[in-house]
């Protein structure tokens, strides 16, 4: 059980493409997701949590317009990396929990993201 | 300033040699003390939830205790396939989990 998927496992793009993580519970309903990204050899560093059906809260230093989040249903959240640079080349990774900020969080497998 | 700290950074075994990975927390009013297994390129993968101190929880080689100021991870005979970053976190009430900056273990047969 608790299940989390990403799709797409890796992806290549363009700079100032945008770019979009579909993160999915596949055997439980997620009351919040969030969004985390990894540089080599670091810790996951926290982007952002969001709610289903409200809006995501960032992270200090997050750029809510470049990072777009959307959390559609109570097993889906979306990430937007919009007009895309080289710096924003990393792996990001989803959790989600079943019931609030305090509770397990289970991973999905990430998105690494290069953008040339 | 909450923060979580591993130690060591990384650490070399011999297989079947046993050892502890350490994360010391200064979270205040501590609701959830967590610990992942991370192997390269893949997301987290959940291992334990320690509540409160004196708790104790196992999975085959691995067993996780707490007490009120930090965590051990304990590997008992360890195997190769048990080379990873370990990870681990706690979070207070309301708030999202902090990260350590994990322990990279290497198992060597």
């Known amino acids: 059980g608790a299940v989390v998927s990403q799709h797409p496992s890796w992806v290549i793009c363009k700079s100032g493409t945008s770019v979009k993580i579909e993160c999915r519970s596949l055997d439980f309903q997620a009351t919040t997701m969030f969004w985390y990204r990894q540089f080599p050899k670091q810790s996951l560093m926290l982007m952002a949590t969001s709610n289903e059906g409200s809006k995501a809260t960032y992270e200090q230093g997050v750029e809510k317009d470049k990072f777009l989040i959307n959390h559609a249903s109570l097993t889906l959240s979306t990430l937007t990396v919009t007009s895309a640079h080289p710096e924003d080349s990393s792996f990001y990774i989803c959790?989600?929990?079943?019931?609030?900020?305090?509770?397990?969080?289970?991973f999905g497998p990430g998105t690494r993201l290069t953008v040339l | 300033e909450d923060q979580v700290t591993q130690s060591p950074e990384a650490l070399r075994l011999q297989e079947g040699e046993s050892s502890s990975l350490n994360c010391s927390y200064t979270v205040s009013g501590l609701r959830g003390l967590f610990w992942y297994r991370q192997d390269p390129g893949k997301g987290p993968e959940f291992l334990f939830t320690?509540?409160?101190a004196g708790e104790e929880k196992e999975k085959e080689r691995l067993k996780a205790t707490l007490t009120k100021k930090e965590s051990f991870l304990h590997i008992t005979a360890p195997k190769p396939e048990d080379s990873a970053t370990y990870l681990c976190a706690a979070n207070q009430a309301g708030t999202a989990l902090i990260f350590g900056k994990g322990t990279t273990l290497s198992v060597s047969s």
């Open positions: 320690l509540y409160s």
């Open positions: 959790s989600a929990t079943t019931s609030g900020v305090t509770d397990t969080q289970y």
